[in-house]
């Protein structure tokens, strides 16, 4: 089997492994490093919080372990926010987790774009790409050289389909799409087949080029919905999410970059090491094995009991 250093997509988690002997972010991307994984993607969902020297202590951490890293930023962002006073609040916590983001070694900066309020689509659509073509401007005045990543929705109600973010990427330099397969399921109760991930993929293809796929940043994980959408993630065994097929179309289009997994605690350590297992399996065209068996070698490596 090759090993992790030519992996095309980096697996990892969104916020630290619960298995984490210490508190702090160093201490999770050292564990991150332990697990056999490589990716983590910095939970400031709350605020930011965090010293230049911390920022510094995280970016040399990263680098010496090998572990690539992504920020998602605080959930209170709304880039339609309806007052002067949420939206200068909305700017100020993305600005804060860009800029506090870029000096800790994250080059993604993961963010939720908002509500549509009950307006019109493509009203709040032109209002969006206003208010980042604005924020990106700052970042780029600053030279906080980072990609602006909206994350794909799971509720109707919420900005993030697919296409909005394709064609904002499309229109705005440093803003690129959070593919998260979860939500995308979730919206509508599709996309979760073979065909459905690979058409996913053509499409970001057609609208970003090759770059659009070997620069993809991905949430991944089971997910719980209705006719509203999205209710709440789930660990990949509780879903009904077809993972194995959405790794098959990532590796048949040669995807590369990194996939985050937002399962609930204690099960995303878990199915980090199942997902990355199953995809290097999938990709060295290895027998299967049963999902009790991955479970089992997952829950093996992460110290966890089952």
């Known amino acids: 089997m090759a090993s992790s250093s030519q992996d095309p997509i980096r697996f990892g988690t969104v916020g630290s492994p619960q298995t984490t002997p210490v508190s702090g972010t160093t201490a999770a991307i050292e564990h991150i490093r332990i697990l056999g994984l490589q990716h983590l993607e910095i939970a400031w969902v709350r605020s930011v919080r965090v010293s230049d020297q911390s920022c510094d202590d995280i970016a040399a951490c990263g680098i010496q372990h090998g572990i690539s890293l992504s920020i998602h930023a605080p959930y209170y962002i709304n880039l339609n ?55 990106r401007g700052i970042l780029d005045e600053e030279g906080i050289d980072v990609i602006l990543r909206p994350e794909t929705m799971g509720k109707p109600a919420m900005i993030g389909t697919l296409d909005e973010l394709l064609e904002l990427s499309r229109e705005i330099p440093g803003v690129l799409p959070c593919i998260d397969f979860a939500h995308l399921h979730a919206r509508e109760g599709l996309v979760n087949s073979y065909d459905e991930f690979a058409d996913v993929f053509r499409r970001v293809e057609a609208a970003l080029g090759r770059p659009g796929l070997e620069t993809l940043h991905a949430h991944l994980s089971g997910i719980d919905y209705g006719p509203r ?24 289009f040669d995807v590369r970059g990194s996939v985050a997994v937002e399962a609930p605690i204690p099960f ?20 299967d094995e049963s999902d009790a068996e991955a479970l089992e070698a997952a829950e093996a490596a992460s110290g966890e009991e089952a």
């Open 268 to 287: 995303h350590v878990a199915d980090a090491l199942t997902l990355q297992a199953t995809y290097r399996r999938l990709r060295d065209n290895m027998p």
């Open 81 to 135: 926010s309806q007052t002067a006073e949420l939206m200068a609040k909305s700017d100020e916590r993305l600005l804060a987790a860009a800029r506090k983001g870029w000096r800790a070694g994250a080059r993604d900066i993961v963010f939720h774009p908002g509500s549509y309020h009950n307006q019109p689509p493509e009203q709040v659509y032109e209002r969006m790409k206003e208010k980042l073509l604005e924020i």
């Open 229 to 252: 959408g999205e209710r709440n993630h789930l660990p990949l065994n509780e879903a009904d999410l077809q993972y194995r097929e959405l790794l098959q179309a990532m590796i048949d």
